[in-house]
């Protein structure tokens, strides 16, 4: 484990799942697992949980690239979701995050006949997001950029693809403050869904965050996965 | 008077000495920006930054060694041609027979007094011919009407010379030079789009790079091109709508790192925009800066805000700027909102959430 970023256990397994996905997207034919790679499977509970905080971004090579994810990877995703359900009294975008793992899990890797679903989980209110200002807003979207990909419509992502100016105010605003993880999540958002206004140069705007931000792996990510949908919506 | 007056001292916003990104303030429906927010707090600002300026004018006043080369031109010219640049766009702002128009108009004839009704100026110009600010705190008095003909007399084949023509200074500073022309009243020695194209704002410059000396190139370029609010349809389309796009996102760091002065001008940058005001903008900035404003009416140019009630809580080299822009940014603003609620016929002060039809188009 790569502890030279890492805060606690939880915050270095983390690093390491996010730097696996990192290279799994870049590589492309990234063929290992993710969490084999980084050294966790089902019985380990500081790695389930950090697959808890990356969230569906675990499968995002798989969804990104068109393939088959990993049975290893699967497994351990569906485990944190058994492991880790939001209390009621969770905040929203924690239910949101949960619900993103569930559909992704049923979306890449449908439970074989006769096998245990994950479970059914509404899919949660994003009322308050259309309220929220736009600062508040692209926080919270920037948390929830694991739902930031193609083909996975949710309230969220209509609620990102209606506020696009919003979000990119935001994202200029995260670039000023220095939140690196921020701007990314706020960039991924807008090469998902389109719609910024030309001149904030997001292409430059992504590349200048990854340099300045990417000793986090969890930037990288983002902006990684910025770009490639980037390049499949120019495609 | 275009000399930058305060570049941005202090860091970015949000950032803790270690270089962490600060924490997300708390997200409070309906804290700020409440609809009519600004409307509510202006009329205040503006009486109370005037009759600040207004108590401290003598401290405006040159000294009598005010030409002798030693002297500090940004202690003695530059607050006093700031003085003549603001409060004469304040005068023209306001409406007659208001106290704020006559508290300006009477700030102006002391500035005007100040410089011995031109007589000072020439003997400014004399002393440095070939220097632009002299002609640029003339500009600031000429634009207004008031007038010097010796002034104007020697000033007339020196701006008319190819030297004059090449003067080397950044983009948004000849701007200003040729905003000075145009109220002088003499053939402009360019063409303003060339210049306004090189300019950070001209350029439509990714938003994400603004920072103090971007902000206030920009801020000039604005107040240049509009002859200080006075002029919102010199803007070109593309530019309103980039600065209706971008507005929100610089003055909330601004605020948030505690720029004060550069807030005022960026709020005066909205309210000299043509067409209908930013009210979502006004609404939500408005309201933090009126608390910053002392209660004695002065505003800090950056930093924490002081709690002392004594009537001089900043030096007046550090607040002189901000309060007089303050007024400034605080006059267009009622100006502009108030038209903006003509427009649409409702008595002052209703708001309905205006939307921003020059807002930048998306990208397809």
């Not at chain 1, 993710?34 to 969230?55: F, S």
């Not at chain 2, 002034?151 to 701006?159: G, I, Q, V, Y």
């Amino acid at each position: 484990m790569d502890q030279k970023h890492a805060s606690s256990p939880l915050a270095g397994a983390v690093h390491d799942l996010a730097t696996e996905v990192v290279l799994a997207l870049r590589s492309g034919d990234h063929l290992a697992t993710v969490c084999g790679a980084a050294g966790i499977d089902e019985e380990n509970r500081t790695g389930i949980a950090a697959v808890r905080v990356i969230g569906a971004d675990l499968l995002l090579p798989s969804v990104l690239y068109g393939r088959h994810p990993h049975p290893g990877d699967v497994a351990v995703l569906d485990r944190a979701v058994r492991e880790f359900p939001p209390k009621p009294d969770a905040p929203a975008a924690t239910a949101w995050s949960h619900w993103h793992m569930i559909s992704t899990l049923q979306r890449m890797a449908p439970p074989a006949p006769g096998a245990a679903a994950p479970g059914t989980y509404a899919e949660p209110d994003a009322a308050w997001l259309e309220e929220a200002p736009w600062q508040a807003f692209t926080h919270q979207l920037s948390v929830l950029a694991p739902l930031a990909v193609p083909a996975a419509p949710s309230a969220v992502q209509r609620a990102a693809a209606n506020r696009a100016v919003d979000l990119s105010r935001g994202f200029v605003r995260a670039v000023r403050r220095r939140d690196w993880l921020q701007a990314a999540g706020a960039g991924r958002w807008l090469a998902a869904t389109g719609g910024e206004p030309a001149t904030l140069g997001l292409d430059r705007g992504l590349d200048f965050v990854e340099l300045m931000g990417g000793h986090d792996p969890r930037v990288t990510l983002h902006v990684r996965a910025a770009r490639l949908m980037a390049e499949a919506r120019a495609r | 008077m275009t000399t930058t007056a305060t570049e941005d001292p202090q860091g970015r916003p949000g950032q803790d000495p270690q270089g962490r990104p600060a924490r997300e303030p708390a997200f409070t429906p309906g804290a700020s920006g409440a609809s009519g927010a600004a409307l509510a707090v202006l009329p205040g600002v503006l009486a109370s930054a005037l009759a600040w300026t207004d108590a401290h004018r003598t401290r405006f006043a040159l000294p009598d060694d005010v030409l002798e080369p030693h002297t500090q031109v940004n202690a003695t010219l530059k607050p006093l041609g700031e003085l003549a640049q603001l409060g004469s766009t304040i005068r023209r702002t306001t409406a007659p027979g208001t106290p704020e128009h006559e508290v300006a108009g009477d700030l102006v004839a002391y500035a005007w007094e100040q410089v011995h009704e031109g007589a000072l100026l020439l003997e400014l110009l004399r002393a440095e011919p070939f220097a632009a600010y002299p002609y640029e705190i003339y500009a600031a008095f000429a634009g207004y009407g008031l007038r010097h003909e010796g002034f104007e007399a020697l000033a007339r084949p020196l701006t008319a010379t190819r030297a004059w023509a090449h003067t080397e200074q950044h983009a948004n500073r000849q701007l200003g030079l040729v905003n000075s022309e145009r109220r002088v009243g003499v053939v402009t020695h360019t063409d303003a789009g060339g210049v306004l194209s090189r300019t950070w704002l001209g350029g439509l410059s990714e938003p994400w790079m603004f920072e103090g000396s971007s902000g206030y190139a920009l801020t000039h370029t604005v107040f240049h091109l509009t002859d200080w609010g006075r002029m919102p349809d010199r803007v070109p389309k593309k530019i309103d709508g980039y600065l209706r796009t971008w507005l929100p996102a610089w003055a909330d760091g601004c605020l948030e790192s505690g720029q004060w002065d550069l807030t005022g001008e960026l709020l005066a940058v909205a309210a000299s925009l043509p067409g209908p005001a930013p009210v979502e903008l006004l609404d939500a900035v408005w309201p933090v800066l009126a608390d910053v404003q002392h209660p004695t009416g002065c505003v800090p140019e950056t930093g924490v805000p002081a709690e002392d009630p004594s009537p001089d809580p900043y030096p007046f080299i550090d607040c002189y700027h901000s309060t007089l822009v303050t007024a400034f940014a605080a006059a267009l603003s009622l100006r502009s909102l108030r038209q903006t609620d003509e427009r649409a016929g409702r008595p002052t002060g209703e708001q309905t959430g205006e939307t921003t039809p020059g807002r930048e188009r998306h990208t397809p």
